[in-house]
């Protein structure tokens, strides 16, 4: 019996069959296109769309675990309902899901309000699901180097409400954790909740700061305008998601991104180390 897992050519998928390539599991990574993602060694490649039941069907056939990861689109809901509903089906009772932090608080906000959707389901049927829920990625930023190196701005307007930004490799190996102990464990285990944040609460202006000091000149931070920020994504991808992270950021400027009490304490102690800082992924993006 085999984990799955899906976004498997994504950052964080990929990621996790990385760290996952080297025990004694058997892995598949679920794939649109046949041969086109590049895969570990050993790594099985399972063709299969989350909006159409058919093929779920039988890429869940002989999975024992399932890591449920689904993009930002417009049936985001009903491809992860599906997805939770067919794993049902085929008995799968180890899960882990990749939902957002505070998905019950942005709740005008439509990626993290479907979230929350499915996060009602598996509590409603009482699925035995690690829900991970991770805040702001710290390589979200990668996609700004160019404009922080060239005009001296750090421009994402989150505000100074606090972020607790999470590096995607230490997400990679939290899931990659659970789905192990899943996997391994005699029984399903109990439904549990992970809030995901790195070991520190940056604001626009700290940020800017510690860009300022890797760069080793200054760099100010950019503002609150949201506008701009959507006018600015909408140039590169579909003004339904440039809407949409416009009022995710709304909600970053209003009540910031906090885990609960302890959350780092207890993330620290799964992995054994401390989590990363956003100060050393700024020293690795200026790398690549």
């Known amino acids: 019996m085999s984990i799955l897992i899906t976004g498997a050519s994504g950052t964080i998928g990929s990621l996790i069959l990385q760290r996952l390539a080297s025990t004694d599991v058997e892995l598949k990574a679920l794939v649109r296109t046949p041969g086109k993602a590049i895969l570990p060694a050993g ?39 599906m997805t939770l509903n ?6 799968i009772e180890r899960i882990v899901y990749l939902s957002v ?29 690690t829900i991970l829920r991770p805040a702001y990625f710290m390589q979200n930023d990668a996609n700004i180097k160019s404009v922080v190196e060239g005009y001296g701005i750090y421009p994402m307007p989150i505000g100074e409400a606090g972020v607790g930004m999470i590096d995607v490799r230490d997400i990679a190996d939290v899931a990659a954790a659970e789905l192990l102990a899943r996997h391994r464990a005699e029984h ?33 931070y950019g503002g609150n305008d949201l506008d701009g920020f959507e006018r600015q994504l909408a140039t590169y991808g579909p003004d339904w998601m ?36 956003y100060r050393d ?7 690549s």
Request: charged residues 20%.
């Open 188 to 220: 399903a285990l109990p439904r549990r909740t992970l809030d995901l944040v790195g070991p520190n609460i940056l604001t626009g202006p700290a940020a800017a700061a510690i860009w300022s000091e890797a760069l080793q000149r200054e760099i100010g």
């Open 281 to 287: 992924a700024v020293r690795d993006m200026l790398k």
């Open 43 to 81: 790594v099985t490649e399972v063709v299969g769309d989350m909006s159409s039941p058919q093929t779920m069907r039988s890429a869940l056939s002989s999975v024992r675990t399932l890591f449920l990861l689904n993009a930002v689109t417009p049936d985001e809901v009903t491809q992860a309902l």
């Open 242 to 277: 440039a809407y949409d992270m416009r009022l995710m950021m709304e909600r970053i400027q209003a009540i910031g991104m906090h885990a609960q009490a302890g959350a780092v304490e207890v993330l620290e102690k799964m992995l054994g180390r401390p989590l990363r800082n």
């Open 86 to 91: 067919l794993a049902r089906e085929a008995g």
């Open 101 to 129: 932090i505070h998905a019950d608080r942005y709740t005008n906000v439509p990626h993290f309000t479907g979230k929350h959707t499915v996060e009602r389901m598996i509590e409603s049927m009482d699925v035995p699901v």
